[in-house]
């Protein structure tokens, strides 16, 4: 694919914290990173919740705003870094009154109220491990990971109890205790007001040393190519969101944050709780769920200067058109980054059109636990690339041999397996009773990521797509991300998903999903041009076969195109792990 670039010659907003990557990477160290975090007074070790929140007030920040939370409603509700401390510690001495013991599992099953803020803050500095969980997951996904994570605490709703959680108590022996947010008449069997326990529980709370290897947070993954697996991290991965929070997200003191995502997903933790707050700004919380027109009214009247949102929903704003942006006035965007899927170069362009500012791709991974490569403010972007990798990590392309080993690709442009040298401090510890498959993503000092990406001669990373996507066709590899990318360019594309189909003379054709933009008819004509333009845009080896038209593509809860599905369904293959499907899409 050809390539554009984005000069950042006129930036909006302060000087990047990240002026010149090339210098910054070399004197970078993670032992000098450390001057970011505060650590535990009296050498206590490393604990997230007191470098999110506490370490504020002893610097003089209590009163300003961090979170903004609002409503569904059209409520909204600010609470300050001195409020969060006081709330946090009342969860905490809750926690204790209960006899939870650190290190037991508190599940998190709600919207997104401020109270699972406060309940997240709480355990951490309790030294429990949390799990949030998306709350639009059904009983059976919430049953199998409150099993496999042994839950002893769920924080959740009334209505969430009532309709997911009561009817699994039998099942669930090990959940001992359930706090919930709201008033409800299910009483006995360990379940507890919300109010009840926090109104009396002192506001004052000591964090006990917390080793930063010790257990913060268990992570389901978005199950977009199986079943989900349940990635550990530790307290001492806050350095890495200081960091990321300052190079990639380009966190200054004054501005407002907005990360769209859920903390059922690990970006919504990662970036919507724990970075913003580390860096000590004002982090927005939006409870609804995607509208085009709320976001663009919460961009501009909570004034937010950086943003952090993902493909799906920055697509599903092409649809709708750059009018609907330019009504608005958000003269405090400075910055925009996104992250999840591949970003087609088409809306990093598009964002420049319609906001007058591109998006920044980042890359990542639940078992990252943070931002790894990235688009920095001051470097210019090539659309369609993930960026270079963040100061501090060092990446690599390589190839699995014959042995078991792997080799290094060191020419540009060739394709390879994306790898990360270990360790960073956000690196996951452990696949949950899953020891085997863990130690399979190691080798030789190398995390290999499972995602097939190369380097240009400039040290860009562009990603290919997943190892399990890659379609094989006579003698090609075929990434599907190329392949969508070239499709997505045509206005009558709002979205696409491409898989291989067997082919008993070249291995596999590619096969495309399109989902239309409004106005466009499904017809045959449209399938012909469509079949040209990608013939054109990537020739005849690489272009789609067939296309198929959908009125929507499966996605997982968290935004992302299921192409195993489109591929099992297309094949009538078993479906496998549906748990983390947008319930719309399921049959
Ligand atoms: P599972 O591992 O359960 O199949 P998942 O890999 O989707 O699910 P996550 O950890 O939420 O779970 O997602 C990480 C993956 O998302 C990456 O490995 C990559 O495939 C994709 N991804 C994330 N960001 C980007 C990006 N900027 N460009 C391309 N792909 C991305
Ligand atoms: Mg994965």
């Known amino acids: 694919m050809e390539q554009r670039r984005i000069h950042k010659t006129s930036l909006r907003g302060p000087r990047p914290n990240l002026d010149d990557y090339d210098a910054t990477v070399a004197r970078f160290s993670w032992a000098e990173a450390e001057r970011l975090l505060d650590g535990l007074p009296d050498g206590g070790g490393v604990n997230i919740a007191y470098e999110a929140v506490d370490r504020h007030l002893k ?22 870094y001195a409020e969060l401390a006081r709330q946090s510690n009342q969860f905490a001495n809750a926690l204790e009154g209960l006899g939870v013991q650190p290190g037991e599992r508190v599940f998190v099953l709600m919207g997104r109220l401020p109270e699972l803020y ?7 500095k309790a030294r429990c491990v949390v799990t949030p969980l998306f709350s639009a997951f059904g009983p059976e996904p919430i049953a199998t990971r409150a099993e496999m994570g042994d839950a002893r605490v769920l924080v959740t709703t009334p209505g969430l109890y009532e309709r997911k959680v009561k009817g699994l108590r039998e099942r669930l022996q090990g959940l001992q205790h359930v706090i919930v947010v709201g008033e409800t008449s299910a009483g006995g069997d360990g379940v507890h007001l919300w109010d009840a326990l926090m109104t009396p529980a002192s506001p004052d709370y000591t964090i006990a040393p917390t080793d930063r290897e010790s257990m913060s947070l268990l992570h389901f993954t978005s199950g977009t190519t199986g079943r ?22 380009d966190l200054h003191e004054n501005d407002v944050f907005w990360c769209t995502a859920d903390p059922g997903w690990v970006t919504g933790t990662s970036y919507g709780i724990i970075a913003p707050l580390v860096c000590g700004v004002t982090n927005v919380v939006v409870e609804a769920e995607f509208d085009a027109q709320t976001w663009y009214d919460v961009l501009q009247r909570e004034r937010v200067s ?4 993902a493909p799906t929903a920055i697509r599903m704003m092409m649809k709708l058109g750059a009018e609907a ?37 980042n890359w990542w991974q639940t078992e990252t636990g943070g931002i790894m490569v990235s688009n920095y403010a001051s470097m210019d972007i090539k659309p369609g690339s993930m960026g270079k990798p963040l100061p501090g990590i060092v990446a690599a392309i390589v190839r699995r041999n014959e042995g078991g080993g792997i080799e290094p690709v060191t020419n540009p442009d060739v394709d390879g397996e994306l790898a990360l040298q270990t360790p960073w401090p956000s690196m996951m510890r452990g696949y949950l009773h899953e020891d085997e498959r863990y130690r399979k993503c190691f080798v030789d000092g190398w995390y290999l990521t499972g995602d097939l990406a190369h380097r240009d001669a400039d040290g860009y990373y562009w990603f290919v797509g997943r190892a399990d996507d890659v379609i094989k066709s006579a003698g090609h590899l075929i990434g599907p991300f190329e392949v969508e ?11 696409v998903g491409v898989i291989g189909i067997p082919d008993p003379m070249v291995g596999e054709v590619v096969k495309a999903f399109v989902a239309l933009k409004p106005g466009f008819e499904p017809d045959e004509a449209l399938r012909r041009e469509l079949l040209g333009h990608a013939r054109k845009r990537l020739g005849a080896a690489v272009a789609p076969k067939e296309i198929d038209f959908r009125s929507n593509l499966p996605k997982t809860r968290s935004g992302k195109i299921m192409r195993r599905l489109l591929k099992a369904r297309e094949l009538g293959l078993p479906e496998g792990d549906l748990s983390t499907l947008e319930s719309d899409e399921k049959k």
């Open 306 to 309: 950086v943003w952090y949102t």
């Open 485 to 495: 990318s070239a499709l997505m360019e045509h206005p009558a594309v709002a979205e």
């Open 325 to 361: 942006v330019k009504a608005h006035d958000m003269p405090a965007l400075r910055f925009m980054a996104s992250v999840g899927e591949p970003l087609n170069p088409e809306a990093v362009v598009w964002g420049l059109e319609a906001f007058g500012l591109p998006f920044h791709d």
């Open 228 to 249: 989900p697996k349940g990635a550990v991290h530790v307290h001492g991965a806050v350095l890495a969101h200081a960091v990321t929070g300052r190079y990639a997200l």
């Open 59 to 80: 610097h003089g920040r209590g009163d300003k705003v961090a979170i903004c939370w609002l409503g569904k409603s059209g409520e909204r509700r600010e609470l300050s």
């Open 118 to 124: 406060v309940a997240l803050l709480g355990s951490l």
